[in-house]
């Protein structure tokens, strides 16, 4: 079986201050990770992913994101957040063969100005 | 190129009316998904279709719930009579799945808002 966390659905950080949102997954084979993002009435898109290879993965609009099995983490940074990047972001789980995505509940990013 | 696109963006009906959600995928993408987006629930697979497969059903909540795609390319998701407990965002997505197994990326479409009054 496969599962995700990310802890905290609400995150708030000061605009140019470091992003970071948590992700622990649950899986008995190697997974593949998944952070998208999703601005308010729209469909999801890809921030980046994690299947093989580098663990340190690097995405679009200044994010990355650590795969490091050990501690069962894909967590998400960004060294200084912009007022663009409030929206809701959702850590994803899958494994080869599977069909589809297993979803954490989202982290909503608030930046203050 | 144009992404996946979803219609109807938001669709109010009455509880035990029937609805049809449309999908159309982004050309050439063998792979086709939906979700559904709820507050109680966040994100949850629906059905999956891959190519001329049979597709794979296991997250449809109930025998309401049915989806076809036809010809390889569109697909529309039916809920028969629909419960208030359907109100919620519909998500379909598509990828090339351009190798067997889980990594491709899935791009998503707006959504189709769902209300049953």
């Known amino acids: 079986a496969q599962s995700v966390t990310q802890l905290g659905s609400h995150v708030s950080v000061s605009e140019g201050a470091l992003v970071l949102l948590r992700c622990n997954y649950s899986?008995?084979?190697?997974?593949?990770l998944f952070w998208y993002v999703q601005y308010p009435n729209q469909g999801l898109q890809l921030l980046l992913k994690?299947?093989?290879?580098?663990?340190l993965v690097k995405g679009i609009n200044g994010f990355e994101a650590e795969f490091k099995k050990s501690e069962t983490s894909f967590h998400l940074t960004k060294p200084s957040a912009h007022m663009s990047d409030a929206a809701e972001y959702f850590c994803?789980?899958?494994?080869?063969?599977?069909?589809?995505?297993?979803f954490g509940t989202g982290t909503r990013l608030t930046v203050i100005p | 190129g144009a992404g996946v696109s979803q219609s109807p963006s938001n669709k109010v009906t009455e509880k035990g009316k029937d609805v049809e959600l449309r999908c159309d995928p982004i050309?050439?993408?063998?792979?086709l998904y939906w979700y559904r987006q709820s507050l109680g629930q966040g994100l949850e697979f629906l059905i999956y279709?891959?190519?001329?497969?049979?597709?794979?059903k296991s997250g449809l909540p109930s025998d309401r719930f049915s989806a076809e795609r036809t010809g390889g390319s569109v697909s529309t998701l039916t809920i028969q009579r629909t419960q208030q407990e359907d109100s919620a965002v519909y998500l379909c997505?598509?990828?090339?799945?351009?190798?067997?197994?889980?990594?491709?990326?899935?791009?998503f479409g707006p959504g189709t808002r769902l209300t049953v009054l």
């Open positions: 997505a598509s990828s090339p799945r351009l190798v067997a197994g889980g990594s491709d990326t899935q791009y």
């Open positions: 899986s008995s084979v190697p997974p593949y």
């Open positions: 994690y299947t093989t290879g580098a663990t």
């Open positions: 994803a789980v899958t494994r080869t063969g599977a069909n589809n995505l297993f």
């Open positions: 050309s050439g993408h063998t792979a």
């Open positions: 279709f891959q190519g001329n497969s049979a597709p794979d």
